[in-house]
């Protein structure tokens, strides 16, 4: 039994396996020129085949079919396509009592390729049918698509931004290296219908240009005289009206640029149309009346830009207990026909022939009797208030109502601890007399305002009134003025400084700094020539006078040489010399000699200083004559060794020069020992110098090996 069920397990996964590796396949064709081409249909995995029966669907506005060919199968082909239905038919019958076992290739469909996009080519698989005599064999349905290789040139839609209700022209725009003759043209466009309507072809390049549109989707056709496109060439302009929304305009499958009758590869480029981004207003204003006066509450209009107005009408209420509707004027518009009533309600319509425009500033004003009870009475639009462009679509305008009411601003003004009585008060575009710090008969709304003093700070800002009397608190603060005097170390004047102040550098010479309030100034004062002086300076409640001194600076420069006495200088090259406090523990400021040997220090301001060196050259110039020098100094005192030669002498470092010193040298010279060696390889003759009221030169400074006693080594360059 056992053996039984693992035979059954393998009939039936071999069965399986043989369903599963039953297919029927579109094979995609890729890099399809446009014009005639051949799509294989491939069959695999067939045993016993004796009838076939195929659904196929592609996109028949891409895709023209002609027949299918290269049939592999002997018997009954029959191909059609059904119009009704939109499928092509396909069925296979074998010659009666035979079956066959295709693998591979089926057939061919043969279409006529239009261009420009990807097509599919699918199965209807419920009406598909794969037979083995009577029995249907269980298939896998592969689809598949068609899809253009590289275009020889590009037709592009436009991206608009345009107001809605506005006709817009989207232009078309063609070139292509591949477009040098081309003599037909058919395009297919879609677009929504509810956010664009088709008007016409305007502004066309092109003769005899036809089009039409039905349902959403804009036909164009035009065949001539063969043009040359491989420039940039915008061949119409497609009008629309514009209803809003982003709007999409799309080429789709049947789009197709022809040469001689011969389709060429072509790219589609979309377009879009989206509103601006401004969204028109109509205000009534919110003003100020005095009781018991007439007052004009304009409408303003703000952002129409390029807007094509047709009509408008407005719906308007007002308060009948504060205000009596007397009449109206026109600044913008003609034709406006107005009326009211007793209730509070105008209504005001205007319509023209022709588009107009409106400007940002008043359309029209109202006119009336403000109460003597005054009070805030509201201006509003009421239901129905519209604006529409010359192609009937409304316009997405925003209505803000407004009031006529009588309120006040007060202004109280101090320096942060006492009243300010005579603050000038520029107030809603208009300057009042000095003092005057109450302004009445207000609307809502923003007001600007600029509180200034002379020797005080001047405030800006606005004043907000909604509903209720403002008061405003303005703090003017007292300013004062920074004085610097500069001079030199001998106390003369410096005129033509420069200073950094608080962050800003001035002119030469400017040392006054005016209209500052109380707070820490940084400064930074400075000459060519000179040091530089930096500080801060501390305003808190009155003028500062500053002092500065800037003290002139100079150069220091002399040789850096070996000691010896006869001879051409010898320069102790590419070794560095160092400017020191006088007492010769703190150093300035270091440099290096050049080729020559010579320095140069500058910046140097007056005052005593010492030069000091070292180097990292080789020692040398030790010889015979060195410690026979040295021997004859200490048994005859003579030759007499001093200074920076008695120095060299004391390579023991004991402050002495003995008969020690002389042993150690002999022995360096004969063995080359350094035992008792305790000298430095070069010792440098500290000098002291003076910098008072001019350049220093000849500020030279000497140097020598230890034990050379003669002087007798050249240092390399």
Request: charged share 10%; aromatic share 10%.
């Amino acid at each position: 039994m056992t053996k039984y069920i693992l035979q059954l397990l393998v009939v039936l996964l071999i069965a399986a396996q043989g369903v599963i590796g039953q297919t029927v396949q579109v094979v995609s064709l890729s890099n399809a020129a446009p014009g005639d081409i051949l799509v294989q249909v491939d069959m695999d995995g067939y045993t016993d085949v004796s009838a076939i029966t195929l659904y196929m669907e592609f996109d028949s506005d891409l895709l023209d079919y002609t027949g299918i060919t290269n049939t592999t199968l002997t018997g009954t082909w029959v191909a059609n396509y059904n119009a009704a239905i939109d499928k092509i038919i396909i069925t296979y019958t074998a010659a009666p009592g035979y079956t066959n076992s295709p693998s591979g290739k089926l057939f061919d469909l043969q279409f006529y390729n239009k261009g420009g996009f990807s097509s599919y080519i699918t199965f209807d698989e419920a009406n598909c049918e794969i037979v083995e005599f009577l029995t249907p064999i269980a298939t896998t349905y592969t689809d598949g698509t068609v899809t253009q290789g590289a275009s020889v040139g590009t037709v592009s839609l436009d991206d608009l931004t345009e107001p809605i209700g506005n006709s817009i022209d989207m232009p078309v725009t063609i070139q292509g290296s591949g477009y040098g003759s081309v003599d037909a043209i058919t395009l297919e466009v879609s677009f929504d219908e509810t956010q664009l309507a088709f008007v016409s072809i305007d502004n066309s390049v092109l003769t005899g240009v036809v089009a039409s549109a039905n349902g959403g989707l804009l036909t164009i056709n035009w065949t001539g005289t063969a043009q040359d496109f491989t420039s940039v060439t915008t061949i119409f302009d497609i009008d629309f009206v514009y209803y809003g929304g982003n709007a999409a305009v799309a080429f789709v499958p049947g789009c197709e640029i022809t040469n001689s009758t011969n389709p060429l590869a072509s790219s589609y480029v979309d377009g879009t149309v989206v509103p601006t981004s401004t969204t028109p207003t109509l205000t009534v204003s919110s003003v100020g009346g005095t009781p018991s006066g007439s007052v004009s509450v304009p409408i303003d209009a703000a952002d129409f830009g390029s807007y094509q107005l047709g009509a408008m009408t407005l719906n308007l209420d007002f308060d009948i207990s504060k205000l009596t509707y007397t009449g109206y004027t026109v600044q913008q518009l003609s034709g406006w026909v107005v009326n009211a009533n007793g209730s509070g309600e105008i209504n005001m319509q205007c319509s023209n022939t022709a588009s107009s425009t409106l400007t940002d500033g008043s359309v029209v004003t109202l006119i009336f009797n403000y109460d003597a009870g005054g009070g805030e009475a509201a201006v509003t639009f009421a239901p129905g208030s519209i604006a529409t462009s010359v192609n009937l679509v409304t316009i997405p305008v925003t209505f803000v109502d407004g009031s006529v009411a009588s309120y006040s601003a007060t202004f109280t003004v101090t320096d942060g601890t006492n009243p300010i009585t005579d603050a000038v008060i520029p107030f809603d575009g208009t300057t009042y007399a000095a003092g005057l710090y109450s302004f009445n008969d207000l609307g809502n709304g923003t007001y600007a305002y600029s509180v200034s003093k002379t020797g005080y700070t001047t405030v800006t800002g606005n004043v907000i009134v909604s509903g209720s009397d403002v008061t405003e608190p303005v703090t003017l603060q007292a300013l004062y003025t920074v004085t610097f005097t500069v001079v030199d170390g001998a106390s003369s004047p410096i005129t033509d400084a420069v200073i950094i102040f608080d962050g800003t550098t001035y002119a030469a010479g400017t040392y006054v700094f005016s209209d500052l309030v109380n707070n820490t100034y940084a400064y930074s004062v400075s000459k060519t020539g000179y040091t530089t002086v930096t500080g801060s300076v501390i305003v808190s409640g009155s003028n500062v006078t500053e002092s500065i001194v800037l003290n002139a600076l100079f150069s220091v420069s002399g040789v850096l040489k070996y000691a010896n006495t006869t001879g051409a200088v010898r320069p102790i090259t590419s070794s560095t010399v160092y400017l020191k406090t006088s007492d010769g523990l703190t150093t300035i400021a270091t440099t290096t000699t050049n080729a020559t040997g010579n320095f140069t220090f500058t910046n140097v301001t007056a005052g005593n200083y010492l030069l000091d060196a070292s180097t990292t050259k080789a020692r040398g110039g030790l010889t015979l004559a060195d410690y026979a020098i040295v021997r004859a100094f200490v048994t005859n005192g003579t030759p007499v060794l001093a200074g920076i030669y008695w120095t060299a002498a004391d390579v023991n470092t004991s402050n002495t020069v003995t008969l020690a010193d002389y042993a150690i040298i002999r022995n360096r010279v004969n063995t080359a020992s350094t035992a008792g060696w305790l000298a430095a390889n070069w010792i440098f003759l500290q000098s002291s110098i003076t910098v008072s009221s001019a350049n220093l030169t000849g500020a030279n400074v000497t140097g020598i090996c230890s034990g050379d006693v003669n002087a007798s080594y050249t240092p390399p360059l």
